[in-house]
């Protein structure tokens, strides 16, 4: 089993940045794809951004590409996202996932394809 949690939501003025942190204990190692999922009051949950476990190649949705970078540091067992330049649309909750089953089908952007969760953190943008 794998534990994530997540860290580092809170309240942000259009523009700002914030920058969420996911840390895994448990059975961790180096071998799971990252990623991280969000979803906003009344809609369902959606990609955001995700690492594979090589850390080589990173996806994101097109919403946030070129605002939004994630990283992996698998010497702490912790998935970052630095959010910059954000829009009250970027309220949510954001989760963080791990897994191994996104990197066969490449399809990253799959929340079924991860395992384990985090219990999420909220991101208000205030305009």
């Known amino acids: 089993q794998v534990q994530l949690v997540e860290s580092g939501g809170g309240l942000v003025q259009v523009g700002g940045s914030l920058t969420l942190s996911c840390a895994a204990s448990?059975?961790?190692?180096?071998?799971?794809?990252k990623g991280w999922f969000r979803q906003a009051p009344g809609k369902g949950r959606e990609f955001v951004a995700a690492i594979d476990w090589s850390g080589e190649s990173t996806y994101y949705a097109d919403s946030v590409k070129g605002r939004f970078t994630i990283s992996r540091d698998d010497a702490k067992n912790t998935v970052s996202l630095q959010m910059n330049s954000l829009e009250p649309e970027d309220t949510a909750v954001y989760y963080c996932?791990?897994?191994?089953?996104?990197?066969?089908?490449?399809?990253?952007?799959?929340?079924?394809?991860?395992?384990?969760w985090g219990q999420g953190t909220q991101v208000t943008v205030s305009s």
């Open positions: 996932a791990a897994g191994r089953r996104p990197r066969y089908s490449g399809d990253y952007y799959r929340d079924d394809l991860y395992d384990y």
């Open positions: 448990g059975r961790t190692d180096s071998t799971y794809d």
